[in-house]
C-alpha cells in the first residue's frame, strides 16, 4: 500500500444514483469528483413522479413483508434480474426510506401521522412511498443538499457542464483497470483528464436512441456507450421498458406516472367503435375496462409491459381507439379533486398544460411510450450468506419468507466488486447498471435501486480504493503519458467534427446528425419496442449499419469554440447508433418472448436456452459491431414460475398482438 497519497473516486451523473454514491464516498473520508452534463438539480432523477419502493410496518400489518418485494421484482422481471442484489436491495429498502426521512424528504402522511403509502404496478399491496407526485425532484433535493456538507468541506468538487468522453485506462486482458476519465466542459470545450483511483457512471438511460420518449433529452446512453467501446460488457441490452401512459408530443413524450393507476385511475375506452362522444359524456355501461376485464387480480395495476401490449392491441388491432386515434382513456374523474390534488398534483398540472383538460373533470387521453432501460452495463456482485440448500424455490408469496429483513443474505456488504462492471475500478450504479430489474421493471422500484447502488455499493467502492487494488497501485503513479494519450485521442475525435463544419478533411458531406438521429429513432421504435419479429430486427440491423455509414460522413452544423451543442449531440449519435446496434442484435438472437421482450415469432417464454443474460461484447471486427455472449444466472433464492398476473381467457375481445402496433408507433 502506498502511504501518504492523494486518492480520489470519480462519479458521473448527478442523479440519485450519482450523488448518493459521492455522499457515501465522501462519508469514507474520499474526496470526490462529480460530473455532470447538467446541474444536477435539473438530472433525468427530477423527472420521476411515482414514489418509492419499501416494506414498512403499515405494509407489514397488511401481510407484506421485504421477501415478498424481493420475489415481487423477480417475478415481475420475468427472472433475468440478479436475485442476490434484488434481495439485498429489498432488505435495506426499508432503512434507505428512513435515511431519507431524516434527511428531510417530505413524503405523504397519513392522518396519524405514519407515512402514507399507494398502490403500485405489479403488486397487491400498498408498499410506495412517495412525495405527492414529485417524488424524483424531493429525492434529488435532499441528498443534493447532503453533497453540500461535503462540497463545503472540500469532500466533493462538482464540475457540472462537464461531459464523460472515455475512461481512461492501463493494462490489458486481466490486468486491465480504470484510473480516470477524459471529460469536456461544455461551456469552454476544454478536454482534460482526470486521475481517479475508481470511477462510477452512474448516467441513467438511453431513451433518446428511440427519437420520442419520456427521457430528458440528455439520456442518449452515449456515456455507457462509449464504456462499451472500451471494453466494458452490456448485459441484456434488448430490455427496453415501455411506459403504458404517457401524452404524445410533437418533441418528446410526457409521462403520465403510475401512481395514477395507483390512486384508483382505470383505462377504458367506448364500447362502440368509432364513438365521437367526449370521454365524460359516456355512460359507465359503454365502457370497455379492457384490463380489468382480461386481469381480474390485478387490474390496471399489471406489469408496464403487459399493459402496453393490451394497449398497442386495442388501439392498432382491434381499431378500438379513442376517436379512432392510438389513444386510450386514463380516468380520474370518478375520485374527489382536492385528494387527486393532493395525491397527484404534479401530474395534474402536467396535464392540464400540455392537453389543455384538467384531468379531475375529463379523463386523460394517453398512449405507451419508451420509458426506461433495464439493460445496461454488465455488472458483478459478490453473493452473500444464504445457503443454497435453503427450499426458497418452493416458496410461495404471502407465505412466511426464510430471509426476511436479513442485511448481507444477497451480497456481502462492502464487496469491492459489488456493481463493478468487468474492467475493475469501474463502476456502474442506478439505471446503467442491469442488474436489479431483468426484463420488466416494476413501478417505484427506480428510485430505490439508484440510492440503494450508491449507498451500499459505495462502500465496497471505498474499500476498492482504501484496501483493494487501488490502493497497492493508485492512479497517481499511473504516468502522465497515458493521460495524455486519452486527451489527445479525444482532441482528435473533435477536430474531425470541427473540420467537418467547415467543409475540410474527409468528413466534410453535407449530412445532416439531426436527419441520422429522427431516422434513428424511428427505425428503433418500430423494431425493438413493444412487439418485435426476427425478420424486422434483421432490417432494422441492416438500417443501423447504414446510418453508421453515413455517420462517418457527418457534417457538423456548428463549429463555434465555446458552449457548442451541436458538437455534444453529433457526437453522441454515433455512440448511440453503436449502442441501438447491441439493442437490435440482442432482440434478434433472444428467440423467446420474456418480460418487456415480446418476440411475435417466438411467442412463449424459452427457460431451457434463455434463462440467461445476454451480454453484448463490442467488436468493430463485425458487421454489427457486436457479439452476444450469454451468461447462466442463479434462481436458488426463487425458481422460476409461469408469469400470468391472474390473466384470464374469458374476455371476447382477448387476442394476440401483431407487428402493426409497433410500426404505428414509429409513424
Given at each position: 500500500m502506498v502511504a501518504n497519497r492523494e486518492r480520489r473516486v470519480i462519479v458521473v451523473g448527478g442523479g440519485l444514483a450519482g450523488l448518493a454514491a459521492a455522499v457515501r464516498v465522501a462519508e469514507s473520508?474520499?474526496?470526490?469528483?462529480?460530473?455532470?452534463?447538467?446541474?444536477?438539480?435539473?438530472?433525468?432523477?427530477?423527472?420521476?413522479?411515482?414514489?418509492?419502493?419499501?416494506?414498512?410496518?403499515?405494509?407489514r400489518q397488511q401481510g407484506y413483508s421485504e421477501y415478498q418485494h424481493f420475489d415481487e421484482t423477480i417475478y415481475g422481471g420475468d427472472y433475468l434480474a440478479d436475485q442476490g442484489p434484488v434481495l439485498e436491495m429489498a432488505n435495506w429498502a426499508p432503512k434507505v426510506i428512513d435515511l431519507l426521512d431524516r434527511m428531510g424528504v417530505p413524503f405523504n402522511r397519513t392522518s396519524e401521522g405514519m407515512r402514507d403509502l399507494r398502490l403500485f404496478g405489479g403488486s397487491l399491496f400498498k408498499r410506495t412511498h412517495f412525495a405527492g407526485a414529485t417524488t424524483g425532484q424531493q429525492l434529488l433535493y435532499a441528498l443534493d443538499e447532503?453533497?453540500?456538507?461535503?462540497?463545503?468541506?472540500?469532500?466533493?468538487?462538482?464540475?457540472?457542464?462537464?461531459?464523460?468522453?472515455?475512461?481512461?485506462?492501463?493494462?490489458?486482458?486481466?490486468?486491465?483497470?480504470?484510473?480516470?476519465i477524459v471529460a469536456q466542459d461544455m461551456r469552454t470545450m476544454q478536454i482534460r483528464a482526470f486521475r481517479g483511483d475508481a470511477v462510477v457512471m452512474a448516467t441513467g438511460g438511453n431513451g433518446l436512441i428511440f427519437g420520442k420518449s419520456t427521457n430528458s433529452v440528455i439520456c442518449t446512453g452515449g456515456a455507457a456507450a462509449r464504456c462499451y467501446q472500451a471494453g466494458a460488457w452490456y448485459g441484456n441490452p434488448e430490455m427496453i421498458q415501455v411506459h403504458p401512459t404517457a401524452i404524445p408530443g410533437a418533441d418528446k413524450c410526457r409521462l403520465m406516472s403510475e401512481s395514477a393507476r395507483g390512486e384508483g385511475g382505470r383505462v377504458w375506452v367506448p364500447r362502440k367503435k368509432g364513438d365521437t362522444r367526449r370521454g365524460q359524456d359516456i355512460p359507465e355501461g359503454e365502457r370497455w375496462y379492457f384490463l380489468e376485464e382480461k386481469y381480474p387480480k390485478y387490474g390496471n395495476l399489471v406489469p408496464r409491459d403487459i399493459?402496453?401490449?393490451?394497449?398497442?392491441d386495442v388501439c392498432v388491432n382491434q381499431g378500438m381507439g379513442v376517436f379512432g386515434e392510438n389513444q386510450v382513456y386514463l380516468d380520474l374523474t370518478h375520485k374527489d379533486p382536492e385528494y387527486l390534488t393532493r395525491k397527484l398534483g404534479g401530474i395534474m398540472e402536467i396535464y392540464e398544460k400540455f392537453a389543455g383538460e384538467d384531468p379531475r373533470y375529463a379523463p386523460m387521453r394517453i398512449f405507451p411510450a419508451v420509458h426506461y432501460t433495464m439493460g445496461g452495463l454488465w455488472t458483478q456482485f459478490t453473493p452473500g450468506t444464504?445457503?443454497?440448500?435453503?427450499?426458497?424455490?418452493?416458496?410461495?408469496?404471502?407465505?412466511?419468507?426464510?430471509?426476511?429483513?436479513?442485511?448481507?443474505?444477497?451480497?456481502r456488504i462492502g464487496a469491492m466488486n459489488n456493481a463493478m462492471t468487468n474492467i475493475p475500478g469501474l463502476y456502474a450504479f442506478g439505471e446503467v447498471n442491469f442488474a436489479y430489474h431483468g426484463a420488466t421493471r416494476l413501478g417505484a422500484n427506480a428510485l430505490l435501486s439508484c440510492i440503494f447502488d450508491g449507498l451500499f455499493c459505495g462502500l465496497g467502492v471505498a474499500n476498492f480504493v482504501n484496501e483493494g487494488p487501488a490502493a497497492e497501485a493508485p492512479a497517481e503513479l499511473v504516468e502522465q503519458k497515458v493521460y495524455d494519450a486519452a486527451v489527445e485521442s479525444e482532441q482528435a475525435k473533435v477536430r474531425k467534427l470541427v473540420d467537418s463544419a467547415a467543409g475540410v478533411g474527409e468528413q466534410s458531406d453535407d449530412v445532416n446528425p439531426y436527419m441520422i438521429g429522427r431516422e434513428l429513432g424511428i427505425e428503433m421504435t418500430a423494431a425493438s419496442t413493444v412487439v418485435k419479429t426476427g425478420e424486422r430486427l434483421q432490417r432494422c440491423l441492416a438500417k443501423l449499419r447504414e446510418l453508421g455509414e453515413r455517420y462517418s460522413r457527418v457534417k457538423l452544423s456548428d463549429g463555434a469554440g465555446w458552449t457548442n451543442q451541436s458538437l455534444s449531440y453529433t457526437r453522441a449519435i454515433g455512440d448511440m447508433i453503436v449502442l441501438a446496434q447491441a439493442i437490435a442484435k440482442g432482440g434478434l438472437l433472444r428467440e423467446e418472448s420474456r418480460g418487456s421482450h415480446y418476440r411475435l415469432d417466438f411467442p412463449e417464454r424459452d427457460d431451457t436456452r434463455f434463462l440467461k443474460t445476454s451480454v453484448a461484447v463490442y467488436d468493430p471486427s463485425d458487421a454489427d459491431r457486436c457479439r452476444i455472449d450469454w451468461r447462466d444466472i442463479d434462481t436458488r433464492l426463487v425458481k422460476p414460475r409461469a408469469r400470468t398476473y391472474g390473466k384470464t381467457e374469458s374476455s371476447p375481445d382477448a387476442k394476440t398482438p401483431t407487428e402493426k402496433p409497433a410500426e404505428a408507433a414509429a409513424s
Amino acid at each position: 500500500m502506498v502511504a501518504n497519497r492523494e486518492r480520489r473516486v470519480i462519479v458521473v451523473g448527478g442523479g440519485l444514483a450519482g450523488l448518493a454514491a459521492a455522499v457515501r464516498v465522501a462519508e469514507s473520508g474520499i474526496p470526490v469528483d462529480l460530473f455532470s452534463m447538467v446541474p444536477v438539480k435539473r438530472s433525468h432523477s427530477v423527472c420521476a413522479q411515482g414514489g418509492i419502493n419499501a416494506c414498512n410496518e403499515v405494509a407489514r400489518q397488511q401481510g407484506y413483508s421485504e421477501y415478498q418485494h424481493f420475489d415481487e421484482t423477480i417475478y415481475g422481471g420475468d427472472y433475468l434480474a440478479d436475485q442476490g442484489p434484488v434481495l439485498e436491495m429489498a432488505n435495506w429498502a426499508p432503512k434507505v426510506i428512513d435515511l431519507l426521512d431524516r434527511m428531510g424528504v417530505p413524503f405523504n402522511r397519513t392522518s396519524e401521522g405514519m407515512r402514507d403509502l399507494r398502490l403500485f404496478g405489479g403488486s397487491l399491496f400498498k408498499r410506495t412511498h412517495f412525495a405527492g407526485a414529485t417524488t424524483g425532484q424531493q429525492l434529488l433535493y435532499a441528498l443534493d443538499e447532503q453533497t453540500r456538507r461535503y462540497t463545503s468541506e472540500g469532500k466533493i468538487n462538482k464540475y457540472e457542464f462537464w461531459e464523460f468522453l472515455w475512461p481512461v485506462t492501463t493494462g490489458e486482458g486481466e490486468d486491465k483497470r480504470c484510473v480516470g476519465i477524459v471529460a469536456q466542459d461544455m461551456r469552454t470545450m476544454q478536454i482534460r483528464a482526470f486521475r481517479g483511483d475508481a470511477v462510477v457512471m452512474a448516467t441513467g438511460g438511453n431513451g433518446l436512441i428511440f427519437g420520442k420518449s419520456t427521457n430528458s433529452v440528455i439520456c442518449t446512453g452515449g456515456a455507457a456507450a462509449r464504456c462499451y467501446q472500451a471494453g466494458a460488457w452490456y448485459g441484456n441490452p434488448e430490455m427496453i421498458q415501455v411506459h403504458p401512459t404517457a401524452i404524445p408530443g410533437a418533441d418528446k413524450c410526457r409521462l403520465m406516472s403510475e401512481s395514477a393507476r395507483g390512486e384508483g385511475g382505470r383505462v377504458w375506452v367506448p364500447r362502440k367503435k368509432g364513438d365521437t362522444r367526449r370521454g365524460q359524456d359516456i355512460p359507465e355501461g359503454e365502457r370497455w375496462y379492457f384490463l380489468e376485464e382480461k386481469y381480474p387480480k390485478y387490474g390496471n395495476l399489471v406489469p408496464r409491459d403487459i399493459a402496453s401490449r393490451e394497449i398497442f392491441d386495442v388501439c392498432v388491432n382491434q381499431g378500438m381507439g379513442v376517436f379512432g386515434e392510438n389513444q386510450v382513456y386514463l380516468d380520474l374523474t370518478h375520485k374527489d379533486p382536492e385528494y387527486l390534488t393532493r395525491k397527484l398534483g404534479g401530474i395534474m398540472e402536467i396535464y392540464e398544460k400540455f392537453a389543455g383538460e384538467d384531468p379531475r373533470y375529463a379523463p386523460m387521453r394517453i398512449f405507451p411510450a419508451v420509458h426506461y432501460t433495464m439493460g445496461g452495463l454488465w455488472t458483478q456482485f459478490t453473493p452473500g450468506t444464504y445457503d443454497p440448500s435453503e427450499p426458497w424455490g418452493d416458496h410461495k408469496p404471502g407465505m412466511e419468507a426464510p430471509t426476511d429483513a436479513k442485511p448481507g443474505r444477497g451480497m456481502r456488504i462492502g464487496a469491492m466488486n459489488n456493481a463493478m462492471t468487468n474492467i475493475p475500478g469501474l463502476y456502474a450504479f442506478g439505471e446503467v447498471n442491469f442488474a436489479y430489474h431483468g426484463a420488466t421493471r416494476l413501478g417505484a422500484n427506480a428510485l430505490l435501486s439508484c440510492i440503494f447502488d450508491g449507498l451500499f455499493c459505495g462502500l465496497g467502492v471505498a474499500n476498492f480504493v482504501n484496501e483493494g487494488p487501488a490502493a497497492e497501485a493508485p492512479a497517481e503513479l499511473v504516468e502522465q503519458k497515458v493521460y495524455d494519450a486519452a486527451v489527445e485521442s479525444e482532441q482528435a475525435k473533435v477536430r474531425k467534427l470541427v473540420d467537418s463544419a467547415a467543409g475540410v478533411g474527409e468528413q466534410s458531406d453535407d449530412v445532416n446528425p439531426y436527419m441520422i438521429g429522427r431516422e434513428l429513432g424511428i427505425e428503433m421504435t418500430a423494431a425493438s419496442t413493444v412487439v418485435k419479429t426476427g425478420e424486422r430486427l434483421q432490417r432494422c440491423l441492416a438500417k443501423l449499419r447504414e446510418l453508421g455509414e453515413r455517420y462517418s460522413r457527418v457534417k457538423l452544423s456548428d463549429g463555434a469554440g465555446w458552449t457548442n451543442q451541436s458538437l455534444s449531440y453529433t457526437r453522441a449519435i454515433g455512440d448511440m447508433i453503436v449502442l441501438a446496434q447491441a439493442i437490435a442484435k440482442g432482440g434478434l438472437l433472444r428467440e423467446e418472448s420474456r418480460g418487456s421482450h415480446y418476440r411475435l415469432d417466438f411467442p412463449e417464454r424459452d427457460d431451457t436456452r434463455f434463462l440467461k443474460t445476454s451480454v453484448a461484447v463490442y467488436d468493430p471486427s463485425d458487421a454489427d459491431r457486436c457479439r452476444i455472449d450469454w451468461r447462466d444466472i442463479d434462481t436458488r433464492l426463487v425458481k422460476p414460475r409461469a408469469r400470468t398476473y391472474g390473466k384470464t381467457e374469458s374476455s371476447p375481445d382477448a387476442k394476440t398482438p401483431t407487428e402493426k402496433p409497433a410500426e404505428a408507433a414509429a409513424s
